[in-house]
């Protein structure tokens, strides 16, 4: 990875939130780059750290209570981590611009659109009002709002929740940023709704070539938008890859969960949803090995005791699960709701062995 | 239990609601459908499309404008008093928020003890409990948990204890309004599975109601598509989805994002539906969906079209059909 220079490039990065309850680990130890015209899907369930990770590259989370540990965030050749909060207005909204889930509470629900997207351009960059209202305008025509001088005057609370979600979409493009985070951006919308933006983000990414960071749990808008994808659980990757190598060779069993938990839309099948059973551990004390443990049927005895590091699996494929370490056997992903075969003979030889702990 | 026989059959079911100044919001307007019994039929549409509406009108939290509503052969659009009570204890609702559902101020001993005790089940306190505990042991959860309060339990929990309150009072029919939207994925699996199992153990016949066409489609057996205040379509699950003859059900379809990335690239460069659902409020005489569907013809604009069968068990309400065939 160090061959080349990627856009954003995060490397080993701890968040802990200091609570009066004791200290939350939101982000334990997460490495991931973007390079620009790619879209990485960042994919879990919610409290897994998903939010916190990108929060943390934009630096929005007040601090305290969250705190970087460790780990560094690296962006045209510094590491923002070092950054002041008045050093990072520079980059936030003008090199990284966020979408995030809730548009009705992201805008400003007392301001006219178009002043609250003309004062964003003012901040960073010395042009007239008249010069920002003229962009704005056109980049709200761009997203697809027909009348955007009508939008321009009006107040978020008018918009419906597409239109509303389309005005983050043009704000957030206002100064060409070369990152886009986009937090559940279509989460709160419907199918319908939620294909047009999707197809919005895909259009603009082509014109611009800037890099989209998408934080999901719906994995059909993963397939529909993602270059590459990383898997996340209780705050770490657990697995990272090209979105079809974690599709149709997913190597770690939380993936498998979340693929087999879906519905398949094409063919209705008659077997039962994978569900995975229990929830997610609790990040005041996460456990000492592998997170995922408590919840695995795979689960052995060096899973509780030491957490596994990123195994390779192939060329920028990696997961972190003992079953990839070579004395684990072979093991594939079972066609979803036969989870039984799952286990190869060899994997149970070495199961009964180790004593592994069967849930 | 014979196939044939439906359990609830809806005739042009009518609700409105005034919203001032002489507008009259048309939020379900003549909906018919049956639900044979212990099947699932879906419920499906964007958000306000009526369907919620629909739900709540079924088990009377609405009163109906228009139309009938039978329920095992008894007209309930209109009971009253003791008859109501009976038809609550019957039909059952899970609701789609699992923090706003449930009571903060009681104990989900009490949450579930209540049904029972408006319905007179189980003498006295003690038993009652005792089926509570039964209760929450048959929805994964343990009877240690009867003594805590709602806010101690997480999303997945919560809706467990709701569907534990609906079970409680032993009812025919459970209207699940987005009963699991608001879960993670692998959590929406669990609480699906479980439906799925208490339908074939004890017989029940859901309305399932939600916007993620893929659960629905796990989950049903038929599926109607609403589209303000109307259904568009209504049919068994493998002509719906696999032949759906409604220009907005194809559009619908078309937009829900697969789980499958060679399938989505293959669909990236197909259309979509354009354009946002307009308003229920005084609509025109014609089609509802003439403001995006890329069929449209003036007469669509002129006349609302009528249900017509398109297929064995397979209705849809279109014009462009109607020529067609």
Do not use: F, M, Y
């Given at each position: 990875m160090t061959d080349r220079k990627h856009l954003l490039n995060v490397e080993n990065l701890h968040v802990s939130f200091d609570t009066y309850a004791g200290e939350v680990k939101a982000v334990r130890g997460v490495n991931f780059y973007v390079d620009g015209g790619e879209t990485l899907a960042i994919v879990g369930e919610s409290g897994c750290g998903k939010s916190v990770t990108i929060q943390t590259v934009m630096r929005l989370n007040p601090e305290p209570p969250a705190r970087i540990k460790e780990g560094r965030v690296e962006y045209g050749g510094e590491?923002?981590?070092?950054?002041?909060d008045r050093e990072m207005r520079a980059y936030r909204g003008k090199e990284f611009a966020m979408i995030f889930q809730d548009a009705m509470t992201s805008l400003n629900p007392v301001s006219r659109i178009g002043k609250q997207m003309v004062e964003a351009i003012c901040i960073h960059e010395k042009v007239t009002k008249e010069e920002a209202k003229s962009r704005v305008i056109q980049m709200l025509g761009k997203v697809g709002l027909s009348n955007p001088e009508t939008v321009f005057r009006r107040y978020p609370h008018t918009l419906s929740g597409g239109q509303r979600q389309r005005v983050m979409i043009a704000m957030a493009l206002c100064c060409h940023p070369s990152i886009l985070l986009a937090d559940?951006?279509?989460?709160?919308?419907d199918v319908t709704t939620q294909a047009q933006i999707l197809r919005l983000m895909k259009d603009i990414q082509k014109d611009t070539g800037c890099a989209i960071i998408l934080i999901t749990h719906n994995l059909g808008v993963v397939a529909r938008m993602a270059d590459r994808v990383a898997v996340m659980y209780a705050g770490q990757m657990v697995e990272k890859g090209s979105l079809r190598d974690v599709f149709y060779h997913p190597r770690h069993p939380y993936t498998w969960g979340l693929l087999g938990s879906m519905p398949d839309m094409q063919e209705r099948t008659d077997t039962r949803l994978a569900s995975i059973p229990g929830s997610p551990p609790d990040l005041f004390a996460p456990p000492k090995g592998c997170a995922f443990a408590a919840r695995c049927r795979y689960c052995m005895e060096v899973c509780l005791e030491h957490n596994p590091g990123e195994t390779p699996v192939s060329e920028g494929h990696c997961a972190r699960c003992w079953l990839l370490d070579e004395r684990a056997g072979n093991l594939v992903k079972p066609p979803v709701g036969r989870d039984e075969e799952l286990v190869t003979p060899a994997m149970r030889d070495y199961i009964k062995k180790g004593g592994g702990a069967d849930v | 239990m014979s196939e044939k026989t439906d359990l609830l059959v809806v005739e042009n079911l009518k609700k409105y609601f005034s919203v001032g100044r002489g507008k009259v919001l048309h939020?379900?307007?003549?909906v018919s459908f049956t639900v044979p019994r212990g099947t699932t039929l879906g419920l499906v549409g964007e958000s306000g499309c009526g369907k919620t509406t629909v739900g709540r009108t079924l088990v009377r939290l609405y009163e109906p404008d228009g139309g009938k509503i039978l329920f095992d052969g008894q007209d309930i659009s209109g009971v009253r008093g003791r008859e109501k009570r009976e038809l609550t204890r019957r039909m059952q609702m899970v609701y789609q928020d699992p923090y706003a559902s449930l009571n903060p101020f009681f104990t989900v001993g009490e949450i579930i003890t209540e049904g029972l005790e408006i319905h007179g089940i189980g003498a006295g306190k003690k038993e009652r409990m005792e089926i509570a505990y039964g209760l929450l042991e048959k929805v994964g959860l343990h009877r240690e948990h009867a003594n805590r309060f709602p806010h101690e339990f997480s999303g997945g929990q919560r809706q467990r204890v709701g569907l534990a309150r609906s079970l409680a009072v032993n009812p025919d029919f459970i209207v699940?309004?987005?009963?699991?939207?608001?879960?993670d994925v692998s959590v929406q699996a669990q609480i699906v599975n479980m439906l799925c199992d208490f339908q074939e153990s004890m017989g029940l016949t859901y309305l399932f109601i939600a916007h993620d066409l893929s659960m629905v489609r796990y989950i049903s057996d038929r599926t109607a598509v609403m589209y303000l205040g109307t259904v568009v379509e209504v049919g068994d699950n493998r002509e719906v989805y696999d032949?759906?003859?409604?220009p907005y059900t194809q559009g619908l379809l078309q937009a829900v994002p697969v789980a499958d990335p060679d399938y989505e690239q293959e669909r990236s460069r197909q259309n979509i539906m354009l354009g946002e659902v307009s308003s229920?409020?005084?609509?025109?005489?014609?089609?509802?969906f003439c403001s995006r569907c890329p069929h449209v013809t003036e007469r669509c604009r002129q006349e609302m079209p009528a249900l017509r069968p398109v297929g064995t068990g397979h209705l849809a309400a279109c014009h462009a059909l109607e020529q067609g065939g």
């Open positions: 590491d923002l981590t070092k950054k002041t559940e951006p279509t989460t709160a919308l | 939020a379900v307007d003549n699940c309004d987005e009963a699991i939207s608001a879960l032949h759906p003859a409604h229920p409020v005084n609509p025109g005489p014609g089609c509802r």
